[in-house]
């Protein structure tokens, strides 16, 4: 028998997971859910750049998640729940390679919107993480 979490628990697991790829001592997350039950979790830090402030180095990332991503993911059994967190995990950290500065580049525009849909879900639960 498999229980289901509430939306909070959820949320704290996948956030748990995603700082492992956000190990700057600034990084913090915040999530928000609009009146559609799509949910934002925002992950905030500041990046090493050194000559730049650090109001001009703050950089952000927002996964976005479809309301079916979250419900889908709370009726699974825990070792399947394991393999959607490294799924999205990986996600975020693919979206960080190709779309923020590296090296040097301009840190001005290193804010990164990613859409979660449930082909995420759906890979994990096939094994392909």
């Not at 934002?40 to 402030?53: H, R, Y």
Request: net charge negative; glycine share 6%.
């Amino acid at each position: 028998m498999t229980v289901s979490l509430d939306a909070r628990q959820s949320l704290m697991e996948i956030e748990h997971a995603l700082f492992k790829s956000f190990p700057f001592p600034s990084a913090s997350m915040t999530h928000v859910t609009n009146s559609e039950g799509v949910v934002t979790i925002q992950i905030s830090w500041v990046a090493s750049a050194g000559s730049m402030s650090i109001l001009d180095s703050r950089c952000a990332m927002s996964l976005v998640m479809q309301p079916n991503v979250l419900d889908r993911y709370r009726a699974m059994p825990g070792a399947a729940r394991l393999r959607v967190r490294e799924a999205l995990r990986l996600h975020a950290e693919d979206a960080l390679r190709r779309y923020l500065p590296t090296g040097g580049g301009d840190l001005a525009e290193c804010n990164v919107m990613v859409g979660v849909d449930e082909s995420i879900i759906d890979e994990a639960e096939r094994g392909r993480v």
